[in-house]
């Protein structure tokens, strides 16, 4: 018995001494607003505080807390958010809200001794808690502000777009109240864990299953026991990964068999002696082993280890690059990051008749109902998926991970069942950003202007399919970056290993690819004389010029973007010269890239579709299934969908995604929330305002108010009020309602990849100020200034958050993050950056409406990640001459770079 | 399942170690790091209810930092500056959280060829006291650790406390850490440097190099080298040779070995450029 108190109540717990505080607090006391991430002390998650002091319960044995205070979130918001709490909310500090409690823990303990902290304190007092989602800028803001007031606005009808409203589901995330995978219980659930492939490459026989479980009072699920079709993939045509491997593993980390068992049982089970042999075979461990000849095939179907080969091609680039009067080349090669969400997969199942209901963490609510129905063997009526909060996903959480293992143990046993990944299963099991091999050509004319380019890259897709076809079709697409490119030719092939998957990830190959060209397109810039910001601005693309595909686009915002950038790089590069002419040791340099981006699917189908009814209470409900991961759809698509019905925002409540209860929004990938189900909400509630005003028999220009059950009309001085008790009910519980899908107008692309692959681009361009340490290689990234396009800006504050999270991840691409199978599965090893690496971020939010976006609106969350490595890495060449051929530019490399340009 | 035990008592911990085989702990943020299972397995002998062992304070010949003084206790210790590499360290391992509770004896006792500890206790030529139901024994900082995850404690003794003789205790000391970002890293390469300058000459040095080799290292050649030296241009005396003959490093994911043994060399120049900087 360990007696304590948590949150000022005395607890006597009746627990083994030396078992973690976290699992303490979250499992006997039931408080789960202290998240688990890693359970290392590698991220913070965990953060409470004990006798006052910031501590990580995962690294706390519970005997240690004898007799002393424990707080954790729960403890500090008694009525409402704290105003700490509050002023998150107010600077969005708070995307997935997983790191939040954490954060405004250790925040907490920071602004006890120390009311009024400089950014150094708050930095160190924050440095233990890793954010994935924010970039942590706004975060620092928000203790800097804590003694601050005030709330965001609350924008009257009609003026929500535009608005920096907070988010609208903030409040229980910064209260620590948010459930994410992990969160919710089910005290009888049967808790799962995997077998997994300790081999990159083996087949394997099991021995006696039934034996070993009974001995344990467990049960073990294999393949066999599977009722479907034991195939997945995220893009049907592709499918190729089994739920569990049947005989051959052919990637370290999958998995094999499944065993389930009580809480208890499980917490002490051994799987050292687990029957399973394993007969080790030669893995392709990289692009070249899986490429050469007579090399083994990883599936039957793709003889040559080739999953897919994208193609875009236009003009004559042999001829114009033999005419261009400068010519460069060159090559990089890129690693696998890991996606390094602090939320590890987690997720409950259950029956509710003959239907699987299943909770998880999940960026594709509808895909995970279709692909585990496949895989259990159900029509998709008997799968309902009712997504947890999800605490980041950047691409990852697009793939199946819990829900089909869950599913099999709940259908086949009738029991809720639960599995929560740890950290390195997580890291082990989920998929990466794909590793590149990449060669490119660039040419100019004596005027500087882009002739041809040639691009050629291999794509390490891992064991199975995933989003590899997807890469491979979206970067040859858009290798050029924004710019005119009349002749062009771009392949990109994805190549099997028995690597990790790689997938999804914030960009889908293009920030690999732009890594390449934007660097060349400094050295093209120098070799020909230019100003390298003036080189992209005279050859950025414009409204009614063809892209490399063919494609003839309006409301393209490159150039503005550029130009929002001319007067910092003028006087960056004035800085960076004085600095380096009065520094030794150090040196300075500043660097721009852009991006373009595609928002939604290429050159396929990619609908959403959207509801919003009114109650005859006289509640507005939105059926909001485009899955909020952070990045504030939730709250977007809420002030599109209040102007077009012409109603406060914060009248409207959101019915979160749910497959029984909200209709398809499509994935949370490809920046196309924003754009596909932003506009499917502005159709429906336009579509609702319609149907509202024909009621009343008023014109378009009408004002609609909402207050006790009766819609009121004025327009001029007629004045029209409906009592919605008196309307017959419609359906789905409502009186009145509407529901509108949105397709984005795409064509498929030719053999040559011409065509019109999106209907809708986002645009921007970075401008990195870096500080090189010559003689040891690291580099401090001092400012990024950036500058995107979104359109019309519906949200700044979000959109803010947007730039400086993806400024994060992408400065983590440039200097840090590698994920080495078997030697990273761990937030120690792999780095992402903490508070104190990253940058002063200047965002300039541009607005060229885009003529097919909602309200003029344009995709905004991958873009934002794109041009950050090659701004760093063109400022480190700026600074040192050192050109890098190989990411992350870890200190070693950069060093080594440095010599070979000095020699 | 294994016996927590949490004595208050110094003699019932060494009653338990004497009876059993179970592992010392004190903050736990290291052993709670290497396993995925939610409580510690095996009898463990929690040693932070002992009030014994924990703080710094001061005799007559030495300071003695006990086995369960933290990160954060030693960084607003009242110490004199020969141990603001130590500060300098306890600022920089793990997080605020890890400070906390995370302990500088147990730093030594994980043996990792990375600990933070190390290489600012070795360069204070401290040593590790052990204790067990025979007595008391000490034994110098550089012997005690043997290789990663090694040391020469009998599985009867505890680390009862770091001793660091006053008559090392002097100078001024620097530590600098090197990784790929800025908290929660783990070193690519770390110094410690301890220089004694009387009127602008060095007459004491002390340096040692970590994360470079399965074990931190004293690098007495560049003592040699500097002791006797005018403070003003030291940094040029310190030259790659005296080092690499103690450095070991390996290439892994943080870093390839070659850029370890210039980085180190560079690391130590820099430290003692900071302290005549500062002198």
Request: glycine content about 10%; aromatic content about 4%; charged content about 20%.
């Amino acid at each position: 018995m360990v007696s304590f108190t948590v949150n000022g109540v005395s607890q006597d717990v009746d627990v083994p001494l030396g078992r973690r505080l976290s699992h303490v607090l979250r499992e006997e006391l039931n408080l789960r607003g202290t998240k688990v991430g890693c359970d290392s002390g590698d991220c913070g998650a965990c953060t409470v505080l004990v006798d006052g002091d910031a501590i990580c319960a995962c690294l706390t044995p519970v005997a240690q807390v004898a007799g002393r205070a424990v707080e954790t979130v729960e403890g500090l918001a008694k009525t409402g958010p704290t105003a700490l709490q509050k002023a998150f909310l107010r600077h969005g500090a708070t995307q997935c809200g997983i790191c939040t409690p954490g954060m405004v823990m250790a925040a907490e303990a920071l602004l006890r001794c120390n009311t009024k902290p400089d950014r150094a304190a708050v930095e160190t007092a924050l440095g233990g808690v890793l954010c994935r989602c924010t970039g942590y800028t706004k975060i620092i803001d928000a203790v800097l502000d804590a003694a601050g007031r005030g709330t965001g606005p609350e924008p009257s009808a009609g003026c929500a777009v535009g608005a920096r409203v907070e988010r609208l589901d903030g409040a229980a995330k910064v209260m620590g109240n948010e459930a994410f995978g992990a969160d919710v219980v089910e005290k009888s659930a049967l808790i799962i864990r995997a077998v997994r492939s300790p081999y990159a490459a083996a087949s394997f026989a099991f021995g006696n299953l039934e034996q070993w479980a009974e001995a344990r009072g467990v049960r073990v699920f294999t393949a066999k026991d599977i009722p479907g079709i034991n195939c997945f993939g995220v893009i049907e045509r592709f499918a190729d990964q089994p739920a569990l491997a049947e005989t051959n593993a052919r990637m370290a980390g999958e998995a094999v068999a499944l065993v389930a068992g009580s809480e208890d049982v499980m917490a002490a089970l051994s799987f050292e002696d687990f029957p399973v042999i394993w007969t080790v075979k030669d893995p392709h461990l990289s692009l070249k082993d899986a490429a050469a000849s007579g090399a083994a095939v990883l599936h039957k179907s793709r003889g040559d280890n080739q999953l897919i080969a994208g193609v875009v091609k236009r003009g004559d680039v042999k001829v114009a690059l033999a005419e261009a009067a400068h010519v460069v080349e060159g090559s990089l090669r890129t690693g696998h990051v890991e996606h390094a969400y602090i939320e590890p997969e987690a997720g409950l199942a259950w029956m509710e008749g003959d239907v699987l209901n299943i909770r998880a963490c999940t960026q594709a609510p509808v895909l995970d109902r279709d692909s585990t129905a496949k895989v259990l063997g159900l029509p998709v009526e008997r799968v309902r998926i009712r997504p947890a909060a999800t605490g980041g996903g950047f691409g990852a959480k697009l793939d199946l991970s819990v829900q089909p293992l869950l599913g099999l143990v709940t259908l086949l046993t009738g029991q809720p069942s639960k599995m929560v990944f740890t950290r390195s299963e997580s890291m082990v099991a989920s998929t990466k950003r794909h590793p590149a091999q990449m060669h490119a050509q660039v040419g100019a004319d004596v005027d500087g202007q882009l002739v041809g380019m040639v691009f050629d890259g291999d794509f390490d897709t891992g064991a199975y399919a995933s989003w590899g076809p997807t890469v491979a079709v979206r970067v040859p697409v858009h290798a050029s970056g924004p710019y005119v490119v009349p002749n062009y030719s771009a392949e990109a092939r994805a190549i099997h290993t028995n690597g990790p998957v790689s997938g999804a990830f914030r960009g889908f190959g293009v920030p690999q690819a732009a890594a390449l060209q934007e660097q060349l397109f400094d050295q093209l810039a120098d070799q020909i004389g230019m100003d390298r910001l003036a080189f992209r601005q005279k050859n950025a693309l414009r409204d009614g010029v063809t892209t490399v595909c063919g494609q003839a686009l309006s409301g393209v915002g490159i150039g503005a973007c550029l130009q929002a950038l001319q007067s910092r790089w003028d006087a960056a590069l004035i800085s960076v010269a004085g600095f380096n002419a009065s520094t030794e040791g150090k040196a300075r340099g500043v660097g721009v890239a852009s991006c373009w981006y595609g928002c939604g699917n290429t050159a396929l189908p990619n609908p959403s579709t959207m509801r919003i009814g009114i109650s005859a209470e006289g509640t507005i409900c939105l059926h909001q299934g485009a899955m909020d991961i952070g990045q504030g759809a939730n709250t977007v698509i809420a002030q599109l969908a209040a102007d077009a019905l012409g109603v406060p925002v914060h009248q409207i409540k959101l019915i979160d995604a749910d497959t029984a209860v909200t209709p398809d929004c499509g994935k949370t990938s490809a920046s196309r929330q924003t754009v596909v189900s932003g506009k499917a909400a502005v159709l429906a509630a336009t579509a609702l305002r319609a149907k509202i005003l024909q009621m009343a028999n008023m014109g378009s220009e009408a004002e609609i108010s909402l207050s006790g059950g009766v819609l009121t009309l004025i327009e001029g001085v007629a004045r029209r009020d409906i009592s919605l008790r008196q309307l017959p009910q419609a359906a789905y519980g409502y009186v009145l309602w509407a529901e509108e899908t949105y397709d984005p107008p795409t064509e498929v692309l030719d053999e040559n990849g011409q065509g019109a692959p999106y209907a809708v681009y986002g645009y921007g361009a970075q401008l990195a100020e870096v500080e090189v340490d010559l003689a040891l290689g690291t580099v401090k990234v001092l400012k990024v200034t950036a500058a995107h396009d979104l359109g019309k800006v519906i949200n700044p504050l979000l959109a803010e958050g947007q730039i400086e999270g993806g400024i994060a991840q992408g400065l983590g691409m440039a200097l840090m993050e590698e994920f080495h199978p078997g030697k990273t599965e761990n937030l120690h090893d792999y780095l992402i950056p903490t508070i104190g690496d990253v940058p002063e971020v200047v965002s300039h939010l541009i607005e060229v409406p885009d003529p097919e976006g909602p309200m003029g609106a344009k995709g905004l969350g991958e873009h934002v990640l794109i041009p950050t490595a090659p701004a760093i890495l063109n400022a480190i060449r700026h600074a040192t001459g050192a050109v890098l051929t190989q990411l992350p530019a870890r200190p070693d490399r950069v060093l080594a770079a440095i010599q070979a340009a000095m020699s | 399942m294994g016996i927590y035990h949490r004595p208050d008592k110094l003699k019932d911990a060494l009653a338990v170690l004497a009876s059993s085989g179970a592992r010392p702990v004190a903050g736990c943020t290291d052993v709670f790091a290497t396993t995925e299972a939610q409580e510690l397995a095996g009898d463990v002998l929690d040693l932070t209810d002992i009030a014994e062992l924990r703080g710094v304070s001061e005799t007559a010949e030495c300071w003695r930092i006990g086995a369960t003084t933290t990160w954060r206790e030693v960084r607003f210790a009242d110490l004199p500056s020969a141990f603001d590499m130590l500060v300098e360290a306890a600022r920089e391992v793990g997080g605020v959280q890890v400070q906390n509770t995370g302990t500088v004896a147990g730093n030594i006792c994980n043996a990792s060829p990375a600990a933070d500890g190390m290489p600012p206790l070795l360069a204070l030529d401290a040593q590790i006291e052990l204790v067990s139901a025979h007595g008391v024994r000490q034994v110098p900082l550089a012997a005690y650790v043997t290789g990663p995850r090694q040391s020469i404690r009998h599985t009867d003794e505890l680390v009862s406390a770091i001793l660091v003789p006053k008559a090392r205790a002097v100078g001024r000391s620097r530590f600098l850490k090197l990784g790929a970002r800025k908290h929660l890293v783990i070193s690519i390469a770390m110094v410690a440097v301890r220089l004694d300058v009387v009127a602008g000459q060095i007459r004491e040095a002390a340096v040692a190099v970590g994360a470079c080799g399965p074990v931190a290292q004293r690098a007495t050649a560049v003592e040699k080298a500097l002791v006797g030296a005018d403070i003003e241009g030291a940094d040029q005396l310190v030259r790659s040779v005296f080092l690499q003959e103690v450095l070991a490093p390996i290439s892994d994911v943080r870093s390839d070995a070659g850029y370890r043994r210039e980085a180190a060399v560079e690391l130590v120049r820099r430290a003692v450029r900071q302290l005549a900087g500062e002198i």
